[in-house]
T-cell receptor
Framework: KQEVTQIPAALSVPEGENLVLNCSFT??????LQWFRQDPGKGLTSLLL?????REQTSGRLNASLDKSSGRSTLYIAASQPGDSATYLC???????????FGSGTQLTVLP | DGGITQSPKYLFRKEGQNVTLSCEQN?????MYWYRQDPGQGLRLIYY???????QKGDIAEGYSVSREKKESFPLTVTSAQKNPTAFYLC?????????????FGPGTRLTVL
């Protein structure tokens, strides 16, 4: 059974800092991995999708890496802004049914 | 404007009642999913459907039922058999291999049992 761990559980940084969010998963037989953002009381917004054959994916100030063999992914946020404050979730996708398994998330607060 | 809609946004249920949560998508996606989110926890898969008239149980299907009569609709019924239904329910859809099975989510329904 796939298990996903996200470290740290919470993070508070001053505006402008670069930061890294970590995600580890136990079953490396994944098809892809998605990073999501969730604002309080809202649905999930897809940020990046990394295919299992890729090692990196970039969108604006966000860069996600994937090391499938070691079961790790990182989300790098450059020049953080208060608007980046949210919970960030990673979810590897596996199986013939293409199921996502979610971690508990990292709650990020960027202080102005 | 393409997307996923869920209704209602808030739902209150008395014990012993069945309630149905609506999920509609106009993205022409084949696959649809229902997840449950509890405070401080990750999302858990309840049911999923990869094609019309077919659906499969996820990790926590007990006390829930679904139907998939139309491609754009995937309603979830929370039955009285679900012992602890208070949670945030999220619906998602996916095109399939064309976009790497990327899932997109609706805004959610918050269900509270009174």
């Amino acid at each position: 059974k796939q298990e996903v761990t996200q470290i740290p559980a919470a993070l508070s940084v001053p505006e402008g800092e670069n930061l890294v969010l970590n995600c580890s998963f136990t079953d490396s037989a994944i098809y892809n991995l998605q990073w999501f953002r969730q604002d309080p009381g809202k649905g999930l917004t897809s940020l990046l999708l990394i295919q299992s054959s890729q090692r990196e994916q970039t969108s604006g100030r966000l860069n996600a890496s994937l090391d499938k063999s070691s079961g790790r992914s990182t989300l790098y946020i450059a020049a953080s802004q208060p608007g980046d404050s949210a919970t960030y979730l990673c979810a590897p996708l596996r199986g013939s049914a293409r199921q996502l398994t979610f971690g508990s998330g990292t709650q990020l607060t960027v202080l102005p | 404007d393409g997307g996923i809609t869920q209704s209602p946004k808030y739902l209150f249920r008395k014990e012993g009642q069945n309630v149905t949560l609506s999920c509609e998508q106009n993205l022409n996606h084949d696959a649809m999913y229902w997840y449950r989110q509890d405070p401080g926890q990750g999302l858990r898969l309840i049911y999923y459907s990869q094609i019309v008239n077919d659906f499969q149980k996820g990790d926590i299907a007990e006390g829930y039922s679904v139907s998939r009569e139309k491609k754009e609709s995937f309603p979830l019924t929370v039955t009285s058999a679900q012992k602890n239904p208070t949670a945030f329910y999220l619906c998602a859809s996916s095109m399939g291999s064309g976009r790497g099975y990327e899932q997109f989510f609706g805004p959610g329904t918050r269900l509270t049992v009174l």
